[in-house]
């Protein structure tokens, strides 16, 4: 195993001050303490279960073959899973992260778990949300927390920064870590990311804790590819602020794009549409 590297402060912070904010526009990444709360987490722990029970059209299973264990995900189920309407609707979340950047609204973006069970050999590889989506400009980032201990190998690494350098890089599918089909003329490859010498940011994580990054800043799970010795459930919450436009991206997003043009949000329009309410304020 390949532990994180040049955890260069181990910073985290209790609360978004001006501490939190400097470090998140430095490293595109953050880590609060004891954010999300008990009942944050047991709604988080029902909604996953319960959507797991009952997979919604966005479900995918990433496990490779011969994978002794899953790894999982689905997404925007929040309208019809209790927990996780609770989470988007009810919880204070949404209020740290537009504290952190700064905006005066924030619509969600998308509700997206994640399960990797204990053994999995599989994780996300190197990958910012950015070229995933058809959310252009803005500021946009993502509460991430996962529901069990990850320890600094078990979580996700960031490279600090990355977040600037001014470049996109290829979507990758998570089952096969290969880029997705189409025209990818406007993106690097991801393995100039490997060979990085930006630092490498992990840290350990305690049901409570949270990091938030912005949806440009590189980072994969922490050794993806070795077993992973515990299950760890994660959820994402991503947030856009009210300069995000919806712009399809390409191929690789179309059933996004068909499905939030099917809700009525326009295409090079402000984000608007059920799907994505405003959640702050
Ligand atoms: O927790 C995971 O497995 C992946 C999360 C992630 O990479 C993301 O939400 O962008």
Known sequence: MQPAIDNPTEAAF???????????DRHGVVCLRDVVDDECLRRAREGIVESMAHPGPFFRD?????????????????????GLRWLVLESNLAVRVASLLDAATLNLLMDNWFLREAGATN???WHHDEPYFDFDGGRKAVLWFPLETATHDEGLTFLSGSHRW?????PQNFREHQPFAGDMSAYHATDEVESSDAARLAWHMEPGDCLVFDFRT??????????????????SLRYGDGDVRFRPRGSWTEEITRHLASLGQRVGEPIECPLLPRVYP
């Not at 209790?14 to 998140?24: L, M, T």
């Not at 496990?63 to 995900?73: C, D, M, V």
């Not at 001014?166 to 290829?170: E, H, N, S």
């Open 123 to 125: 994780g996300a590889p």
């Open 62 to 82: 990433q496990t490779p073959e011969n994978s002794p264990a899953r790894y999982l995900f689905d997404y925007w189920n929040w309208q019809r899973i209790d």
């Open 14 to 24: 209790h609360d978004v001050d001006d501490a939190a904010r400097a470090f998140f």
């Open 166 to 170: 001014g470049r996109l890089y290829m």
């Open 218 to 235: 590189l980072h994969r799970a922490t050794n993806a590819r070795d077993p992973l010795p515990r299950t760890i459930h994660r959820l």
